[in-house]
């Protein structure tokens, strides 16, 4: 391909996303194919000969888009929103096209300058005070590994990476049973094991489902009497199910007194945090020693930017950097390669989408998405509550609220979800509540507007009657 058919190709790329995206309330949300649909029509073997781009495109539109769910549709609500806004996409678009490695200050020194301002523009945007650095990392997961590691190694006087885990003292970390699977993940991953993560039930009866304090302390205490090694506090502000937060406070005291690192999982929510209203929801976070946020999930900057916030970056440093001849910057010694800061080597240059994004919006135009996003989700929710066959079982957090048909099986609200989500009009998904299938209805998407909130409304009590409600 010669860079004029380059730049004749990527000129109708950018013309058929933007009517993609004109025309994204036409379609349904969910993809409605079955497995295997889309893998048949895949040839078994590569091709020997290569063929014309129009007919790899002809190709995408008939066997890959309708195999598509649509994330960016305006009236998706399920899980939470993994948002594109168009400056970011044109960003990433720009950075494809340039296609820098940026893993060292010298590999691309202008990535790694944009990502140290990014970082901290965004970290003056969501409240967080000076003295927390911050890296952009994939995923949420890999920045909460990256936190598990340093526990691991802060605990064991930085030789777990020496001598490995057998035979030592046993690390402990703790978090409550709210918590995302990438915490599980970052335990195995870090060696420490299953066992070793000590999720500690939660309030009774607290609609913000923190972790019971008392019940905490009892168990660390429990573990130093039995010669375990407490390592690390993992705290949640927003988690996946129906939006639970710890008193980070209480977390941050218990760690100051007992001398354990604390992480806090923010991948959702702390996207709200740039409107200082919600901060409450995460009261003491200045105390800890870090904090991950996706800027990829409810603020526009497409996947992947998972923002992570540390304290002591030396601490991340020294559990991490590994310096061959090969990576050594010779000429600058006083600069910084991100990629000691994070598990992979490689990086992309993923700063930039937040340099579009905030500069396009401005925190005003940001904030003023989050506030209708709670705003429209806070009305539903009391429009739902109005209905007789209809109870609200978690109240809104941010945008994130969960309800169910009074009086239906399990099986039967499983069956509306599909149901609703079958029609097309909108996407939603469900989670267990103590034992209790609940629908989960978060708004986040870039695109939505209030018509979109009513239709989620009007979709929710039609399927509901034509389902026959409570009947399971
Ligand atoms: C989405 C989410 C994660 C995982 O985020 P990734 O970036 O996909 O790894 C972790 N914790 C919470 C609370 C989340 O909502």
Redesign the pocket.
């Known amino acids: 391909m010669d860079w004029d058919e380059f730049a004749d190709w990527g000129g109708k790329i950018a013309r058929r996303g933007a009517a993609y995206h004109k025309t994204l309330r036409d379609r349904p949300v969910r993809a409605a194919v079955k497995p295997g649909e889309i893998i048949a029509q895949l040839p078994a073997s590569p091709p020997e000969t290569g063929c014309a781009m129009a007919e790899i495109l002809e190709d995408f539109e008939r066997i890959v888009m309708p195999g598509l769910t649509h994330w960016q549709h305006p009236r998706f609500f399920a ?2 929103p993994a948002n594109a806004a168009p400056p970011s996409m044109l960003a990433e678009m720009m950075v494809t096209t340039l296609a820098p490695q940026c893993m060292l200050w010298q590999t691309s020194p202008a990535a790694t300058e944009m990502e140290t301002r990014m970082l901290d523009w965004l970290r003056q945007a969501i409240g967080l005070p000076e003295g927390f650095a911050g890296v952009i ?8 590994l990256a936190a598990v590691l340093v526990m691991r190694e802060r605990a064991l006087t930085w030789q777990g990476n020496v001598r490995g885990l057998a035979g030592g003292p046993v690390p402990r970390i703790y978090c409550s049973t709210e ?5 599980d993940r970052a335990i195995w991953v870090a060696g420490i094991g299953q066992e070793n993560l000590v999720k500690v039930p939660t309030v009774p009866g607290d609609p913000m489902r923190r972790m019971d304090t008392e019940a905490l302390r009892a168990r660390i205490a429990e573990d130093r009497a039995n010669g375990l090694l407490p390592a690390g506090l993992i705290g ?5 199910g129906m939006g639970a937060c710890d008193d980070i406070a209480a977390l941050a005291e218990i760690a100051a007194a007992e001398g354990l690192y604390l992480h806090v ?5 702390g996207a709200a945090m740039i409107c200082p209203e919600f901060r409450t929801l995460w009261a003491g976070v200045e105390q800890a020693d870090s904090v ?1 946020f ?1 800027p ?2 409810w603020l526009g900057a497409q ?2 930017c ?1 923002a992570h916030f540390i304290r002591d970056p030396d601490a991340l440093r020294q559990t991490l950097a590994i310096r061959p001849e090969y990576l050594k910057t010779h000429a600058h010694r006083d600069v910084t390669d991100y990629s000691e800061w994070s598990v992979p080597l490689g990086r992309r240059f993923r700063a930039l989408k937040l340099w579009f994004l905030i500069r396009a919006y401005g925190l005003d135009g940001l904030r003023e998405m989050i506030r209708n996003h709670v705003a429209w989700s806070r009305a539903l929710c009391n429009r739902l509550r109005e209905q007789p066959g209809i109870e609200i079982t978690s109240e809104p957090v941010l945008s994130l609220f969960t309800f169910r048909p009074k009086g239906a099986s399990n099986e039967a609200v499983q069956a509306l979800v599909e149901a609703i989500n079958s029609d097309g009009r909108i996407y939603l998904t469900q989670t267990n509540l103590e034992g209790r299938i609940t629908i989960r209805f978060q708004a986040g998407a870039f695109g939505m507007e209030a018509a979109d909130a009513e239709m989620a409304f009007h979709t929710i009590l039609d399927l509901l009657s034509k389902t026959g409600g409570t009947q399971s």
């Open positions: 899980y939470f990392q994939d995923s949420a997961s890999s920045a909460t918590v995302h699977t990438s915490i949640v502000t927003g988690a996946t999982d923010a991948a959702w929510a991950v996706n990829h999930k996947f992947d998972s």
